[in-house]
């Protein structure tokens, strides 16, 4: 799961929550001693989502057909993969009112680590609305990729992707619904 799942999951929470799920990856450690206490609980709110979603057997599956070369990298193209799902899944009102809360967040606190100069492109370009469209998820996919070092193993994931799309879909669906029903906070 990457932004829109987590905001999704998250959104019955208060700001600072909702904060600290979307900020969860680019923060170091265990001790979260130094963040607002609703803030700390949204990073281990979004670390049990990840470990749910990483331990699940859909994402087994998944990744028992994914190609060789590219199965190491494959979580990080899922992640993506599963946002696309996700804002497809999400009527378009309640995706919207959604985003503007979590770009609000994002843009009046500076993200953490290695997401403070990707966040506010996020904000600026309208990613987690623009996820809804796949071929814009894999153009993220292969910008993830490119900046990783050695041969960009996303991008040679892509055509596995589009070919296996109707499974994923069926994937997520299975997915979505035992992550909600898990660790989904609604509003």
Avoid at 42 to 52: C, E, L, N, S, T
Avoid at 149 to 169: H, I, Q, T
Wanted: hydrophobic share 45%; charged share 25%; proline share 5%.
């Amino acid at each position: 799961m990457n932004f829109l799942a987590h905001g999704w999951l998250a959104r019955g929470g208060g700001d600072d929550f909702l904060y600290g799920n979307l900020i969860a990856d680019g923060v170091k450690g265990i001790d979260l001693s130094a963040w607002p206490t609703a803030t700390a609980a949204g990073i281990r709110h979004h670390r049990r989502v990840d470990a749910f979603v990483d331990g699940h057997p859909v994402v087994a599956d998944v990744l028992a057909r994914t190609p060789w070369p590219q199965r190491r990298f494959a979580g990080i193209a899922l992640d993506l993969v599963w946002d696309h799902f996700a804002a497809r899944t999400l009527g378009g009102d309640e995706r919207r009112r959604l985003t503007v809360r979590c770009y609000r967040l994002l843009s009046t606190a500076p993200a953490p680590g290695r997401l403070a100069g990707m966040v506010p492109v996020l904000v600026e370009q309208d990613w987690l609305n623009r996820y809804a469209d796949f071929d814009f998820t894999c153009r993220a996919i292969e910008g993830i990729g490119g900046r990783l070092s050695g041969p960009n193993r996303l991008a040679e994931l892509v055509p596995w992707l589009e070919a296996d799309y109707v499974r994923l879909a069926r994937d997520f669906e299975r997915l979505w619904s035992a992550v909600n029903d898990e660790l989904g906070v609604p509003a």
